[in-house]
């Protein structure tokens, strides 16, 4: 099994445990594909998180722990890639960090400036206008408010704007949680109804998925949105069956932030993908010598990923 999608306490505050621990518990419920995607560094004092201001970390600091993570990752890849015992490939990435046009060109930085060789990026939008628009419903309701019209409707198509300039400048190798704007959007009626077909949102929405699906690249079915209370993975039913109506691919994704996470609810992703009528999973792997390694997609069919060891090393019904 996979997952396109993963953080530690190590190197993120938000979340828990040592990078080691999250790729040991990996190992032991035998993914076939593990991906390391630490966020990259934020630039400005003013994007620091809460519990970074509270810590007294600097700008300074995140680019060091982003130095200090892509060395550690890549001694873990070469171990346990390099192991013949390993039933497990470890892919080295980092997900961007969506707050402004800006950040898209320090992602693309990171992914062209030759310090780095990274295996993927997560292409992720978690900020409009500069606002975090996954952390709270009062953060919502400031990126609301400062929005082009400052609507719940104004804010999702500026939401889906910034994440086609994202899409545009970086051409993630994933399409990290596609609709995260919904997460704290009220649960009203009127909002419920705000992506619909023939409409302005839609259309964007439908253009952001052709051109995702014109530079290959996957989407995630993003677990993370269970554990926080959603009856389905990330995205939604409507832009998930939009997805594949346009020939996009879906890959899996846990979004762990530490141990007890990983792997957490993705038999969840796989029964949603077969209720949407997918009939494969696709997944990054590396092909090449060691020294030499280039990133692959590659598909398994879900009759075929039901046997895989995961889900009986896990005992999740499937």
């Given at each position: 099994m996979h997952s396109h999608h993963s953080h530690s306490g190590q190197y993120v505050q938000h979340a828990k445990d040592s990078l080691d621990a999250v790729v040991e518990t990996a190992l032991e419920k035998q993914f076939q594909t593990f991906c390391l995607t630490e966020h990259m560094p934020r630039y400005y004092p003013t994007d620091l998180y809460d519990e970074e201001l509270e810590s007294k970390t600097t700008v300074e600091d995140l680019a060091a722990t982003f130095d200090a993570y892509y060395t550690h990752a890549k001694q873990i890849q070469a171990k346990v890639n390099g192991s013949p015992e390993s039933k497990t490939q470890i892919l080295v990435g980092f997900e961007a960090e969506g707050i402004s046009p800006f950040y898209f060109e320090r992602g693309l930085d990171l992914l062209r400036g030759g310090r780095y060789s990274f295996d993927l990026v997560v292409g992720s939008v978690h900020h409009v206008h500069n606002i975090p628009?996954?952390?709270?419903?009062?953060?919502?309701e400031k990126a609301r408010a400062a929005?082009?019209?400052?609507?719940?409707?104004?804010l999702f198509e500026d939401y889906f704007d910034l994440q086609y300039e994202m899409l545009r400048t970086l051409n993630p190798?994933?399409?990290?949680?596609?609709?995260?704007?919904?997460?704290?959007?009220p649960k009203t009626p009127a909002v419920a109804t705000l992506i619909k077909p023939e409409s302005t949102l839609w259309d964007k929405i439908k253009r952001n998925i052709d051109y995702a699906v014109s530079i290959g690249a996957l989407f995630e079915l993003n677990s993370?949105?269970?554990r926080k209370g959603w009856e389905t993975p990330y995205p939604q039913r409507?832009?998930?069956e939009l997805i594949l109506e346009r020939g996009g691919r879906f890959c899996l994704s846990d979004d762990s932030h530490g141990i007890a996470q990983v792997g957490l609810n993705l038999h969840k992703c796989v029964e949603?993908?077969?209720?949407?009528?997918?009939?494969?999973?696709?997944?990054?792997?590396?092909?090449?010598?060691?020294?030499?390694?280039?990133?692959?997609?590659?598909?398994?069919?879900?009759?075929?990923?039901?046997?895989?060891?995961?889900?009986?090393?896990?005992?999740?019904?499937?």
């Open positions: 628009i996954d952390y709270d419903a009062d953060t919502y929005s082009t019209t400052p609507t719940d409707l104004g190798s994933v399409v990290g949680h596609f609709d995260l704007i919904r997460l704290f959007a993370a949105a269970v409507d832009i998930a949603y993908l077969e209720s949407l009528g997918a009939e494969a999973i696709y997944y990054l792997a590396l092909e090449g010598t060691v020294d030499n390694t280039k990133t692959v997609v590659k598909s398994v069919p879900i009759a075929d990923a039901r046997k895989h060891p995961f889900w009986v090393k896990n005992a999740t019904p499937l």
